[in-house]
């Protein structure tokens, strides 16, 4: 959470809405969240610089970790992905000019990550050896390609969810009575177990 609060210059009061997204990655991908608070400073500088929001980081590593890459991969791919499109190659670049598209940091932080992406992906018709030469690094293109498999509509769809995820509660602090009510739960029935215990042996030798 530091992390992310000190790439996105957050203030304190925000952690929670952090969290909640946090959380919203793990119930949407397939991550555990203590893998996911390890890594997610390997993407979350480079996508605060890029002016990329840290709901929209959220997004897109929940479609690439459900795309079956791990907490690692996934962020690692993720910020190679944004590097490249920063700062292309020669072949990138008029790779993407050759298809009628400039990537710009203003650009890139106007349109977002994921719709740049399948802006790229539309207009290349998917096709995975240009990509190839767009993201010309292989675990930036793995995870390029696991966000655009469904030409990123589902990490839109993850986007809108990570936006609301503060709504009411808010998911992280849901997931946190309810572990605190289940453990209540399992404290209550245990005492009960040990009182039925206790009147069970006092019967036997009272």
Request: aromatic residues 6%; glycine residues 8%; hydrophobic residues 45%.
């Amino acid at each position: 959470l530091i992390s992310v609060l000190n790439s996105y210059t957050m203030q304190a009061s925000e952690v929670n809405h952090v969290n909640d997204v946090m959380f919203q990655t793990v119930r949407y991908g397939i991550v555990q969240y203590n893998d996911l608070a390890r890594y997610i400073g390997n993407v979350a500088p480079i996508a605060a610089s890029a002016g990329i929001s840290f709901e929209e980081v959220s997004a897109s590593l929940a479609s690439i970790t459900k795309a079956g890459l791990n907490a690692s991969k996934s962020t690692i791919g993720l910020r190679g992905a944004i590097l490249k499109l920063l700062n292309n190659t020669e072949k990138g670049t008029e790779t993407l000019a050759n298809y009628g598209i400039e990537v710009t940091a203003a650009s890139l932080a106007e349109k977002g990550l994921i719709a740049t992406m399948r802006e790229i992906n539309t207009a290349i018709g998917g096709n995975t050896d240009v990509w190839a030469k767009i993201i010309s690094d292989n675990r930036a293109l793995t995870a390029t390609l696991a966000l655009m498999r469904n030409n990123g509509e589902e990490a839109v769809d993850f986007l809108h969810k990570m936006e609301d995820a503060s709504a009411g509660a808010g998911a992280g602090t849901e997931a946190f009575l309810t572990v605190a009510q289940s453990f209540d739960h399992t404290m209550a029935t245990l005492r009960a177990e040990c009182g039925r215990f206790i009147i069970t042996l006092c019967e036997q030798y009272l």
